[in-house]
């Protein structure tokens, strides 16, 4: 039903900035919920940030500040700015969509039913 592309990975120096974009396309458009995951090898994977249908955001504690999720609906893109990266944000870059309030579940809870393939971010010292 619905593609989820990444792209904006890469190498930087601890510090620098990266601007993860995801596009989305396909013949649905009502997903409820979005989000940015990432994962380590062999690590579980982590929810990074996540925003609703109205605008409403959520960040993991150790990205607040530093990280910004968007989205420019027009374009069906959903954007992921990261400032002042650390070498424990390398990692693979996950972009998902799927169903939240709206959908019956409750405030703040996203069921993922979409994923991208990934994009890495690999931050060095």
């Known amino acids: 039903q619905v593609q989820l592309v990444e792209s904006g990975g890469g190498s930087v120096q601890a510090g620098g900035s990266l601007r993860l974009s995801c596009a989305a396309s396909?013949?649905?458009?009502?997903?409820?919920?979005m989000g940015w995951f990432r994962q380590v090898q062999g690590k579980e994977r982590e929810g990074v940030a996540t925003?609703?249908?109205?605008?409403?955001?959520s960040y993991r504690d150790s990205v607040k500040g530093r990280f910004t999720i968007s989205q420019d609906n027009a374009k069906n893109t959903l954007y992921l700015q990261m400032n002042s990266l650390k070498p424990e944000d390398t990692a693979m870059y996950y972009c998902?969509?799927?169903?939240?309030?709206?959908?019956?579940?409750?405030?703040?809870?996203?069921?993922?039913?979409?994923w991208g393939q990934g994009t890495q971010v690999t931050v060095s010292s």
């Open positions: 396909g013949y649905t458009y009502s997903s409820d919920c």
């Open positions: 925003i609703d249908s109205d605008g409403g955001t």
């Open positions: 998902a969509a799927g169903r939240g309030p709206k959908y019956g579940l409750a405030p703040g809870i996203c069921a993922y039913d979409y």
